[in-house]
């Protein structure tokens, strides 16, 4: 069974203080890794998808990474706008058809 | 483009009692999914569409929900009767490409069901 922990579950920063969010995965073959935003009363937004260790993909002050058994959401220098719940997700050859969550990081950056 | 459209945005129903929720999915994404996200938790899958058919319900509570899809296009996920514990948001999704989700699930605002 795919499984998929994000840590911490809630992270405060002050506005331009460099963090990293991190989701461990245990996975049969991982096909992807999917990172999304979710603002309070609304759905998740896409946000990056790596498919093999080492990938980085980059957009605005966050940077994904991607090794064999996590992932980080790296955000440098973040703004207030940037508070959000970032979730992560997994889409592995075991379960082919659906994507597995984490319980996601709730990150506030104070102004 | 459109994006995902769901309705109602709030349901409060008493226990015992049905809901139905409605879903129209980006015009052309042919997998269409439900999701249930209970507070403080991720998403989790309920049912896949692709097209009309089913490709995945095996989390779905079958003796108290229901979904379908007609003509490939608009979904409708139907609770009777609804329990406490069915109090979550429900959240609906749609991809162009299932197989490798290269283009992401665009996920709609989803309905925010409570029940007492």
């Known amino acids: 069974e795919d499984q998929v922990t994000q840590s911490p579950e809630a992270l405060r920063l002050q506005e331009g203080e460099s963090s990293s969010l991190n989701c461990s995965y245990t996975v049969s073959g991982l096909r992807g890794l999917f990172w999304y935003r979710q603002d309070p009363g609304k759905g998740p937004e896409f946000l990056f998808t790596?498919?093999?260790a080492g990938e980085e993909k980059e957009k605005e002050r966050l940077k994904a990474t991607l090794t064999k058994k996590e992932s980080f959401l790296h955000i440098t220098a973040p703004k207030p706008e940037d508070s959000a719940t970032y979730l992560c997700?997994?889409?592995?050859?075991?379960?082919?058809?659906?994507?597995?969550f984490g319980s996601g990081t709730q990150l506030t950056v104070l102004p | 483009e459109a994006g995902v459209a769901q309705s109602p945005r709030y349901k409060i129903i008493e226990k015992r009692q049905s809901v139905a929720f409605w879903c129209n999915p980006i015009?052309?994404?042919?997998?269409l999914y439900w999701y249930q996200q209970i507070l403080g938790q991720g998403p989790k899958l309920l049912i896949q569409f692709q097209n009309n058919g089913v490709v995945d319900d095996s989390q779905l509570p079958k003796d108290r929900f229901s979904a379908e899809r007609l003509k490939g296009v608009d979904s409708t996920l139907k609770i009777q009767p609804a329990k406490l514990e069915d109090s979550a948001v429900y959240l609906c999704a749609s991809s162009l490409d299932w197989q490798q989700g290269r283009y992401g699930y665009t996920f709609g605002s989803g309905t925010r069901l409570t029940v007492v």
């Open positions: 997700a997994v889409h592995s050859s075991g379960s082919a058809r659906q994507l597995t």
């Open positions: 015009s052309g994404h042919a997998t």
């Open positions: 790596l498919y093999s």
